[in-house]
């Protein structure tokens, strides 16, 4: 186990909905990021949490939102749920400093979401 | 674009053998490779990494192997278990940012 946290674990929405997904990090990790894991695909990269701060985005629209907690605990955010966005929601954390990437990222269970 | 692929989708291995997973990358500026191992039900679990100024690092039953000539990642798992079963992805950053860029998998299946 790697001391991440992910809840719920399973979630069913219907389209145009709004969902909000949340992780708690590993114990003195200050760095969560969130993928986006479709079904027999890789985990793509949402965005990043630093510190409270948004470090970064992948290539994911605004209706991708997140916010990180001063107990660096996290929550993902999707508006207008559409179809595609049904897929495993990951979220790692690591202690990182601004812009490394070079930290192993400690990966949550995930949660299933499916989109109707 | 950016991406990181997988020569062969599902590889089956004779318990003992030694497993060789492959892996093409095309962001040559990536200066750190990671391997993940992910079980059905699972979060991605963190195997092995390797720096770009590295080209061999050993762990524990696993080896990985960059070739930055031909953009090449390789895991090598040593005496293959039943529980080495799962998928496993390449990952590699961005060229020195935060983000990963992951491969879509192997499934390794170990036959008794």
């Known amino acids: 186990e790697t001391g991440v946290t992910q809840s719920p674990t399973h979630l069913i929405k219907t389209r145009g909905q709004q969902v909000t997904l949340r992780c708690s990090s590993q114990?003195?990790?200050?760095?969560v990021s969130w993928y986006q894991q479709a079904l027999g695909q890789g985990p793509q990269f949402i965005f990043q949490y630093y510190r409270e701060e948004e470090n970064g985005r992948g290539n994911f629209p605004p209706r991708f939102s997140g916010l990180q907690f001063p107990n660096y605990s996290s929550e993902l955010n999707v508006n207008a749920l559409e179809l595609d966005d049904s897929a495993l929601y990951l979220c790692a954390s690591s202690l990182a400093g601004l812009s490394s990437s070079y930290n192993e990222q400690f990966f949550g269970p995930g949660t299933r979401l499916t989109v109707l | 674009g950016e991406s990181v692929g997988l020569h062969l989708p599902t590889l089956s291995v004779q318990e003992g053998d030694n497993s060789i997973i492959n892996c093409a990358y095309s962001?040559?500026?990536?200066?750190?490779f990671i391997w993940y191992k992910q079980e059905s039900g699972k979060g991605p679990q963190f195997i092995i990494d390797i720096r770009s100024n590295m080209d061999k690092r050993q762990g524990q039953r696993v080896t990985v192997l960059l070739n930055k000539t031909v953009k090449h990642l390789s895991l090598q798992i040593a005496a293959t278990q039943p529980g080495d079963s799962a998928v496993y992805f390449c990952a590699q950053d961005a060229g020195g940012t935060y983000k990963y860029i992951f491969g879509t998998g192997t499934r390794l299946k170990v036959l008794a």
């Open positions: 114990s003195g990790h200050n760095t």
């Open positions: 962001n040559s500026a990536s200066d750190y």
